[in-house]
């Protein structure tokens, strides 16, 4: 990705770019500054504060309850975390869907209190004009299509979306819809891997795919997926890259072992207050860590 001269991080300019530089987009969920920071380290192109925190951070059901308050802190802890990479907050149910002065305050709050650089929306239709007013506010906005989990008391199930042929001319047209708003890159989540790639080919923009198969412009998964931290189930467009929940059960277990049996922590991880006047080792002890 060429690299900005003035603004330090990754832009909505430089993601809209990679598509006609045929370079994928690489977007991975965060939601701490531990994570974040090791995350930009690997490489990724853009941090998603995504409101999937409510099933793996907060342990909801869905993501409906969560609040502004709780994203906004989440989104500066990944904005504290990281110096390159662009942080997209994601908003929550309830934060734009009401009018487009309540969207315009909130995703506001997610720039200058949270520290992003651009937000995200689930749908099309009547948010067009909040995305274009919020555009021209000076607010990149990330569009999301197919599965949108926040309707999931519509859609009564999170599965595969715009299975039939008019559903598909229907995403189509939200894609253009997204596009002519001013989104700089669609989110397509959970849909057949033959109509991404066609709304890839129309829209200009990239979209970044989530279960979408292989002809988006980028992928995205949410980290604790990626690293198998949470594998209560496996969807099928998720691949496990370590068994993270077997390391953090092991890692824990033996630490467990080790209190109990007496063999943590050892002398070498303890501490003794150094002798009286010796200046020299009280400094050192001041020191240690
Ligand atoms: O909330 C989230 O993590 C998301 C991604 C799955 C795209 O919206």
Redesign the pocket.
């Known amino acids: 990705m060429s690299k900005s001269t003035v603004f330090p991080r990754v832009t909505a300019p430089q993601i809209v770019a990679c598509k006609a530089e045929g370079r994928k987009i690489v ?1 991975l ?1 965060a939601y701490d500054a531990v994570f974040a920071a090791l995350e930009e380290e690997a490489g990724v192109d853009f941090l ?8 793996v951070v907060a342990g909801h059901a869905t ?1 409906i309850p969560m609040t502004m308050d709780a994203m906004i802190f989440l989104t500066r802890c990944v904005s504290r975390g990281t110096s390159r990479v662009m942080v997209v907050a ?1 908003m929550p149910f309830g934060s734009f869907q009401i009018s487009t002065e309540e969207a315009l305050r909130n995703a506001v709050r997610f720039l200058k209190e949270g520290g992003a650089q651009a937000v ?1 929306v ?1 749908g099309a239709g009547f948010l067009l004009p909040t995305i274009h007013r919020m555009v021209e506010s000076g607010i990149p906005v990330m569009g ?1 299509l197919g599965l ?2 926040q309707m999931i008391n519509v859609f009564g199930s999170y599965g595969l979306q715009a299975t039939t042929a008019q559903e598909g001319e229907e995403l189509i047209q939200q894609a253009r819809d997204l596009e002519a708003a001013g989104c700089f890159a669609i ?1 397509l ?1 959970k849909i057949p891997a033959s109509l991404a790639a066609r709304v890839s080919e129309i829209v200009q923009i990239p979209t ?1 795919g ?1 279960g979408s198969g292989a002809g988006c412009d980028g992928q ?3 980290n604790y997926d990626l690293l198998g931290i949470f594998d209560k189930f496996k969807p099928r467009f998720v691949r496990h890259y370590m068994k993270g929940a077997e390391l953090v059960r092991e890692a824990v277990a033996t630490w467990v072992h080790d209190v109990r049996e007496g063999t943590f922590p050892a002398e070498s991880e303890s501490y003794e207050a150094a002798p009286a006047g010796d200046k020299k080792s009280v400094k050192r002890g001041r020191k240690a860590q």
């Open positions: 977007g969920t998603l504060v995504g409101d999937s925190a409510g099933n993501t994601d995200k689930e999301h949108t989990p989110v989540e970044i989530i995205i998964l949410v």
